[in-house]
């Protein structure tokens, strides 16, 4: 593990409450919805076309996924970004999150070209976003929240993937 994605572990440690599983404490819909709002705009701008957003997931730590369409990419294949109801987490992934064990094999499998990757993680970044990286979504979760043991190696805040009958993995 990279210091950085330990440091990201760690800010998914600090955000893990078992009383607030599927949203932080001072979670605010409205700011939430804002900040959602503007990054669809900037990835719109970046890409040149409409992006489809879809907000607010049920049941989950995720917000909502802007996706880009295929069509505006180098390789053809869309870009989905979800983002987190804790804070400014977000995670960057071709086709679908699962697809592919992380935005490096989607680049090996020539399905993410690396200028269309630095563009979202560009904006991301200028936004004020932690970009959590797909491959720490396979993380064993050992943290506080009662989990039941099928869930326990699942995924973290950042992606909506859910084990069936699993409401949490980590946080955020």
């Keep these: 593990m990279t210091k950085h ?26 700011e939430t ?3 959602f709002n503007d990054l669809v705009a900037h990835l719109e701008d970046d890409f ?20 880009v369409p295929a069509d505006a990419t180098v390789c053809g294949s869309r870009i989905v ?7 400014s987490l977000a995670l960057v992934c071709a086709d679908n999150p699962g697809a592919f064990l992380g935005t490096g094999e989607a680049q090996a499998e020539g ?10 993680c560009g904006t991301l970044t200028n936004l004020g976003y932690a970009i959590v990286p797909e491959e720490l979504l396979e993380c064993d979760y050992a943290g506080p929240s009662q989990l039941p043991r099928h869930c326990r190696a699942t ?17 955020g």
Excluded: H
């Design 5 to 30: 994605e330990a440091e990201l572990v760690a800010v998914l440690r600090e955000l893990d409450d078992p009383e607030w599983l599927e949203r932080p404490r001072d979670y605010d819909p409205g």
């Design 33 to 35: 919805g804002a900040l």
């Design 48 to 67: 040149a076309t409409p992006c489809l957003s879809d907000r607010d997931t049920q049941d989950s730590s995720e917000y909502g996924r802007i996706t």
């Design 81 to 87: 970004v979800c983002m987190s109801k804790f804070g």
């Design 111 to 120: 399905e993410l070209d690396a200028a269309d990757l630095n563009k979202v």
């Design 155 to 171: 995924v973290l805040p950042a992606s909506p993937e859910r084990v069936k009958g699993c409401r949490k993995s980590w946080p």
